[in-house]
């Protein structure tokens, strides 16, 4: 099956419609696998104690808040070189849970950051450029709402979308590249001695691949609604005309 036979709308609704059941259970299964084993059978770390359990929301929360908008800039790429509209509509549908997600990260880093910095907020560099990326999931949903004509919104956002990458890529690697600020380093590295403690660690992959499993349901379940209002929306169109 060929990756271009999801842009055919009526196709990509087939396929949605016989997966997202799947994907669903999978993504429940993860979860509750995830967060029951790390909220209720791993021990409190030795120096932030309770608070560390944390980390199995908020570590999955930023890692789609990131990557959620990298499926975007695919999403929009593919709209601009070669405009299919599932595509677009794939990129408007993944934006509200982007948002949320960056949102959820923002919130319980707060949360987990004030017993160990004593502060709820640092102008750190992952927080700043974490907190521009927010704005910019915001301003590109509004932009969606602002524009009546479909196309033209899905140009403009799709152009946003390529502006805020750039600080999409900021959150992911500033610790790195400014090699300062009060946050942590990766919590999953290719380098296993910079992981989290195996008791943690493995809770936690269950948890992301969770919120993976979710947000891609997620996604399709809003992309298949928005392909069927706009539907609707050339029927209403045609029958005034």
Not at 79 to 96: C, D, E, F, G, N
Not at 152 to 178: E, P
Not at 189 to 195: G, K, L, Q, V
Request: hydrophobic share 60%; proline share 4%.
């Amino acid at each position: 099956m060929s990756i271009w036979e999801f842009a055919n709308p009526a196709r990509f609704t087939r396929i949605v419609s016989r997966f997202l059941p799947w994907i669903s259970g999978a993504a429940a299964l993860c979860l509750s696998i995830g967060l029951i084993w790390g909220f209720f059978y791993t021990p409190d770390d030795f120096r932030q104690g309770s608070t560390v359990k944390i980390i199995y929301i908020h570590v999955p929360a930023a890692f789609i808040a990131i990557n959620a908008w990298f499926m975007m800039f695919v999403t929009s790429l593919i709209w601009l070189i070669r405009r299919h509209h599932v595509s677009a509509l794939a990129a408007r549908a993944a934006a509200p849970i982007g948002a949320v997600m960056t949102l959820v990260a923002l919130l319980t880093g707060a949360i987990w950051g004030q017993p160990m910095w004593g502060t709820w907020w640092e102008w750190d560099p992952r927080l700043t450029s974490f907190l521009i990326l927010f704005v910019f999931y915001l301003g590109y949903i509004a932009l969606w709402q602002a524009v009546d004509e479909p196309d033209t919104a899905a140009d403009l956002t799709s152009i946003l979308c390529l502006v805020g990458s750039v600080f999409a890529l900021l959150s992911r690697y500033a610790v790195l590249i400014w090699n300062q600020g009060l946050h942590q380093g990766a919590s999953l590295s290719m380098d296993a001695e910079e992981n989290v403690a195996d008791v943690f660690y493995q809770p936690l992959l269950f948890s992301i691949a969770g919120f993976v499993l979710l947000f891609v349901a997620l996604v399709l379940l809003r992309t298949r609604t928005e392909i069927r209002a706009r539907r609707l929306r050339a029927l209403m169109l045609r029958q005034v005309a």
